[in-house]
């Protein structure tokens, strides 16, 4: 096996293949809110081989043709410009390796993609009934575990894990060349009452079978029946699956006393987006006895949530903007109905405002987050427009090695506050 890169001075980023360091070049990783989870990551990257005498190419397991059946784990730090410390952004697998077209033969490519990308190749076969928030994750993560050349925890608590300012940091951070203080992990953004919530039950029961669902089936029932986030983030060893209520660290620009900074904001915010949205709920069931057998039979009575984003009801003069129109869902409490109308309206919102920031290289930041800016072009600062708080829907970390400078893009929109939105009535009607 060859041995590690050792560079001379510190990089912008670090990337490993199986405990391999490589001489990387230009490196591209992206988290979306899409896909399985509520975001997802991916990683393309390039590498030189051979370097300095290493064949680093012998790294990649797969490119043997008697071991291609399995999977090279990729692991990619970035530095953060403002703190000088390591991220681990991601750990995934190789989907694909070769030579650069149009280069010299030593430059080679690779992508990568996260653990949540393989959730719809996963046949899930449960019956849920009553069932906690952490019993469908559990369920996720024990089923992942099989399928993957690295561990998969449930972040369910914070006992293995240390506060540091708004970051959290894994205590054992040791890795090859790096000593514990170079890494600066968002793993477990989770704060004390959200983890509180992962009893929840859901009380509409449902079915998965093997050959017609998927654990991205199970995902997605979890966050439309729960109104929750879930996602993997990078661990010491593997992933971490996260399932929180509005689980997101806090960045404010240079300019208002933060430690991000921007250097441009073209942002816009819709000044008249949805403020409304009703969701009808499953027809309930009624229990009767025939014989020993207890028997549910529908019902023709509906359960209906109206759920309303306060602010923007008042900034609209008191005037419903409806989202599209009723949506009707499975949920057959009142509970879960009502989350679905929180939760499809959160979405709603979100879609009417969009726009794009770039900062210098900023490592502990993903989707969810919030970030505190004014408009900005080209470092200069508006002096005349209010702060707006945005929310971060994708990250793009651009680590260049030639005269462009890296710096990390980001996709944002208009932040819905988990208290902004709340139910103002709900109903039971007949069909």
Request: charged fraction near 25%; aromatic fraction near 8%.
């Amino acid at each position: 096996m060859v041995e590690s890169h050792a560079p001379d001075t510190p990089t912008d980023s670090r990337i490993y293949v199986n405990g391999t360091r490589l001489p990387a070049g230009n490196v591209d990783c992206h988290l979306r809110k899409e896909g399985n989870l509520d975001f997802t990551r991916y990683v393309e990257g390039e590498f030189a081989s051979p370097f300095r005498g290493g064949n680093y190419t012998d790294a990649f397991n797969g490119l043997a043709p008697e071991d291609q059946d399995g999977f090279d784990v990729v692991r990619l730090d970035v530095r953060d410009y403002e703190t000088e410390r390591y991220t681990t952004v991601f750990r995934g697998y190789v989907t694909g390796v070769g030579n650069s077209s149009n280069e010299p033969e030593q430059r080679w490519r690779f992508r990568a993609q996260g653990p949540g990308h393989l959730l719809d190749n996963i046949p899930a076969s449960k019956r849920f009934t009553d069932a906690t928030i952490t019993d469908v994750a559990t369920y996720i993560t024990e089923n992942l575990n099989e399928k993957l050349p690295f561990p998969v925890v449930f972040l369910e608590t914070l006992e293995d894990v240390v506060q540091e300012g708004d970051t959290v940091r894994n205590v054992e951070s040791a890795n090859d060349d790096a000593s514990p203080s170079d890494y600066a992990f968002p793993i477990a953004r989770i704060f004390s009452d959200l983890v509180a919530s992962l009893t929840d039950n859901i009380h509409t029961p449902h079915t998965f079978q093997a050959n017609r669902d998927t654990l991205a089936d199970v995902a997605s029932w979890l966050k439309d029946k729960s109104n929750v986030e879930i996602w993997l983030t990078p661990t010491d060893e593997g992933v971490g699956l996260v399932v929180a209520r509005g689980a997101k660290q806090r960045h404010e620009a240079h300019y208002l006393g933060g430690d991000t900074q921007i250097v441009n904001n073209d942002a816009l915010v819709e000044l008249r987006p949805v403020n409304t949205k009703v969701v009808k709920g499953g027809a309930k069931e009624s229990q009767f006895s025939v014989g020993p057998l207890e028997i549910n039979s529908p019902t023709d009575t509906f359960t209906t949530a109206k759920a309303r984003h306060k602010p923007l009801y008042r900034r609209a003069g008191q005037r419903e903007l409806h989202a599209n129109t009723e949506t009707k869902t499975g949920a057959l409490s009142k509970e879960e109905v009502g989350n679905e109308a929180k939760s499809l309206l959160k979405q709603a919102i979100e879609g009417t405002t969009e726009g794009t920031m770039q900062t210098l290289l900023r490592g502990p930041i993903a989707p969810f987050d919030t970030v505190e800016a004014r408009p900005t072009c080209n470092e200069r600062v508006s002096a005349s427009d209010e702060s707006i708080t945005y929310e971060v829907s994708r990250v793009h970390h651009k680590i260049r090695t030639g005269d462009e400078m890296s710096s990390t893009e980001l996709n944002v929109g208009v932040h819905v506050g988990d208290d902004d939105i709340t139910i103002i009535d709900s109903w039971e009607s007949e069909a």
